[in-house]
């Protein structure tokens, strides 16, 4: 007998009894067990059948914004034809319309006339609003930052916006804060529609008083900076429902606004996406009466140590100082008759002397021929377009394999610029074409006058 | 190692030596558990070792002997404590047959950590069936007395010839099981 249990006894039928219970605790916990597995299977039975109808419906939802994508690039797609299709004609008014400026009128007709101009020209920036936002839409659009002196390209902006401010009796002011460095690595064709956005708007909500930009900038740990720029007004301001609406798609403060101040209430969403796009944003603070700060915010690299200047002429270059075309030797290359007709009606006045080729081929024969000091050449075109052309002309190896390109085209969607440049082309306008900026864009190109051309 | 088969081995222990003779077993033998099984808990595999040799020095057995004899009351008491799994299954043949796909399946969904050796048949030309025990555990004795009590408890007369092939330190031993009488 074992020494320890010995001294308490327990009696036969206690012992008995304590086994049978352990017993049948040991049954009962296999039964539990038993039913504890059941659970769990019929647990897992319904976790795959959840799993199948989650993934039957992600399916489904996967078809439907595939469904929706589809239709989105559909519209992109409409948007960009219309686009194409609209252009033309307005072009052939536009153009026209222009021409006509040049005759002898009487002053009412070219009054007549003016409106016709001033009306083209809206519909020409509606449509610009209509397309780049159809682009950013479709995800189509792409930001391609260079080196360049942002404040240089904001006092541009300021240029733009002077004659119109001074008519109603505003100021607009620039100011630099020590912080923005003299170069950075930035998108010029996205901030300036941005600026010029805002700058815009500002004026145009301003009766009195002025608008101020201030320009600021602050490193960031990764090296980048994050630039600041203010857009200030003494306006009419707005409630803080109004500025809660104000960024969305087609929609404006009201509807009397609408009536008042015209626009498609496109600028600010769209310029609100370019921020995004830029790693920035646009935001807001106004009060109804005192005015409204507009703070754009986009990244912004560090330039390296100064390059030189890029060669092509800066965008929107006052159009008064274009100084003496006369003698240029232009090649213009377009299929369409009418294009041909209003670019000549635009460049001859001024001594331009106009050479006309119908597609890239005849193009090339003339080049081949004659020496030019600029090419027009249409992008869309029958046989050879403009894009197999650029680049025939670049890898020709020809003494004109480096004559300056002006790519002209009806696609003025956003992003499109940047494509033209990259094949090879040395500037681009879109149609319609503006007569002062398309002579601006030469004289940015062209050498000086030829001494032969002077001595005619 | 799962309880049920401590806690069988001691109750058959108490019916061939004596409660007594049995205490005095498990106080020489060195276990962790100090000889307290439960049929539900698991409990290293060693002292099933140390209880079959001391049990067979007490009963004047060899422990191959007394495994078997083991077997044969395990069996008894499977067909008592489960009696579905042999309602199930008309002959020895069918019912050993299941062991594998059958039993341990449905001992893995109570005891999903239960270490059990695995068996494999076949069923020969001549009728007869072969039946591999492979297990690390070395139990082939034990087996061979499962297999007889399956047989006892169908009724069934059988011959049944014993090969080891056991290689490294896995056993591997095949039964092949002929019928003698219908």
Sequence with gaps: MSDDAAGEMVSRARFLRERAARLEAERLLEVKSRELYDAFRRLEADARKLDAAVAARTADLSAALERAEEGTRAKARFVANMSHEIRTPLNGVLGMAQALLADDLTPAQREKLAIIVDSGQSLTAILNDVLDLSKIEAGKLEVVPVPGDLWAQVDRSRQLFLPGASEKGLTISVLRDISLPPRLVFDPVRVRQCVDNLVANAVKFTPSGGVEIRLSAQPLEDGDHLVRIDVADTGIGMSEEAQTRLFEAFTQVDNESTRRFGGTGLGLAISRQLARMMGGDIALESREGEGSTFTLTFRAGAAAAQRPAAPSAPAGEAAGSVRSLRGTRALLVDDNAINRQIIKLFLAPHGIVIVEAVDGRTALDTLAKQAFDIVLLDVHMPGMDGCETIRRIRESGAPWAQVPVIALTADAMLGDRERYLALGMDDYISKPIDRRELLSRIAGLVPDIPPLAVAK | ?182
Excluded: N
Excluded at chain 2, 34 to 57: D, I, M, W
Excluded at chain 2, 75 to 94: C, S
């Design chain 2, 1 to 182: 190692m799962k309880g049920v088969v401590f806690v069988e081995l001691l109750e058959m222990a108490d019916k061939a030596v004596g409660e007594e003779a049995v205490d005095r077993v498990i106080a020489r033998c060195p276990l962790s558990s100090g000889g307290a099984y439960t049929a539900v808990g698991t409990y290293p595999a060693e002292e099933l070792g140390h209880l079959v040799t001391a049990f067979s020095e007490a009963a004047g057995a060899p422990p191959e002997a007394l495994q078997r004899s083991f077997g044969h009351w395990m069996l008894t008491r499977f067909a008592e404590t489960y009696p579905a799994f042999f309602q199930a299954q008309p002959d020895a043949f069918t019912m050993l047959e299941s062991v594998e796909g059958e039993v341990h399946t449905e001992v893995r969904k109570l005891y999903p950590d239960a270490e059990l050796p695995k068996f494999e048949t076949e069923r020969l030309a001549c009728g007869a069936l072969r039946m591999t025990y492979i297990s690390p555990r070395r139990l082939a004795d034990f087996c061979h007395g499962l297999i007889e009590a399956c047989l006892a408890h169908y009724g069934e007369k059988a011959d049944i010839q014993r090969t080891d092939r056991s290689s490294g330190m896995l056993g591997i031993v095949d039964f092949v099981i002929r019928r003698t009488a219908a």
